[in-house]
């Protein structure tokens, strides 16, 4: 199982709105210049997070978007499902039925059963994903107790050097 490359993108999207000063949104275009890669996608993602109720839009001049819920409250699951939708491993290309078509019923058995396996694997992976939320990977990403909150609009600053003293500060206080 392999996730597409949005998907990393879209937690890079809600990283960043999770440490941005809450009452000022970001807009695509910073998320952009952050991420990197197509515009046009990076507002795809962001159009699917709002749908799956992770990130709230704002239009206007001082609009973008902001977390919906709580970094505590988002599990990797959450992200899993708003960019890739229902997971299932298993194509089911109809392999088993073809192979033993004319040994009935053991063509729909072998269906079911590869099925079935890939079924109870997914949601093992799905709940141990459901486990593991948003604010707990960034703690762990930045090696701190609190997930560190900046401005990452205001362009006159070094954001870099900004999160380091924030992050020297924060691991000093632990």
Known sequence: MQLAKSFEQAACVLVLLATQQPEIPLTADVLHERIGGSASYIRKIIRKLVVAGLVTSTSGNNGGVHLARSPEDISITDVVAAIEGTLQTFPNYGYFDRVFKDVEPVAHAGTKVVNGIFSRADQLWLDFLDQQKLATLIKELL????????????????????????????????
């Open 143 to 174: 090696v701190v107790t609190q997930i560190p909150v900046l401005d990452w609009t205001n362009y006159s600053d070094d954001k870099m050097a900004q999160l380091n003293a924030l992050l020297s500060r924060m691991r000093a206080h632990k």
